[in-house]
């Protein structure tokens, strides 16, 4: 019963205390390995929780990177332009980076949508696409 070479014991990526994954009760917690829960359980259960942790770190990033840009910092840290920190210390196009900023932009004016998007109710695409066409007038209808 191997699921992807790993038998399900090794998969307790996520301890007691996790965020919950939406709809499930704040008590809840994933489950980490247990004899008494079937190899697909224990694979599943964290499965569920997991996008909002993700969720969790991207919001983080995108402040990061929203900081570093619009306050020019990364001048302190020894680069002549954004562009010159990005290609060197983070290694991802210009394209995927222009993305981030101009999503994490919008969502300082989409507290909804931030909130939504950083407990896992919403993915990245879709807030991607959101972000584009709401404004903090539309989001509240």
Same mark, same amino acid.
């Given at each position: 019963?191997? *699921? &992807?070479?790993?038998?399900a014991?090794?998969?307790?990526?996520? @301890?007691?205390?996790?965020? !919950?994954?939406?709809?499930?009760? $704040?008590?809840? !917690?994933?489950?980490?390995?247990?004899?008494?829960?079937? @190899?697909?359980?224990?694979?599943?259960?964290?499965?569920?929780? /997991?996008?909002?942790?993700?969720?969790?770190?991207?919001?983080?990033?995108?402040?990061?990177?929203?900081? &570093?840009?619009?306050?020019? /910092?990364?001048?302190?840290?020894?680069?002549?332009?954004?562009?010159?920190y990005?290609?060197?210390?983070?290694?991802?196009?210009?394209?995927t980076?222009?993305?981030? &900023?101009?999503?994490?932009?919008a969502?300082?004016? /989409?507290?909804? $949508?931030? *909130?939504l998007?950083?407990e896992?109710? /919403?993915?990245?695409?879709?807030?991607?696409?959101?972000?584009?066409?709401? !404004?903090?007038? !539309?989001?509240?209808?």
């Amino acid at each position: 019963m191997a *699921v &992807l070479g790993r038998r399900a014991e090794h998969i307790s990526l996520v @301890e007691p205390g996790c965020p !919950t994954a939406p709809g499930r009760p $704040a008590e809840a !917690t994933c489950v980490a390995a247990d004899p008494g829960f079937s @190899e697909a359980t224990a694979v599943h259960e964290p499965l569920e929780c /997991l996008p909002g942790i993700g969720n969790e770190v991207r919001l983080r990033f995108l402040e990061g990177l929203h900081v &570093l840009y619009d306050g020019n /910092l990364q001048r302190e840290l020894g680069y002549a332009s954004f562009h010159q920190y990005r290609d060197r210390e983070l290694g991802r196009a210009r394209s995927t980076d222009s993305e981030y &900023l101009r999503v994490g932009r919008a969502l300082d004016g /989409l507290p909804r $949508a931030c *909130v939504l998007f950083g407990e896992g109710e /919403l993915s990245w695409e879709q807030v991607r696409a959101i972000s584009r066409v709401a !404004t903090a007038e !539309t989001e509240i209808s």
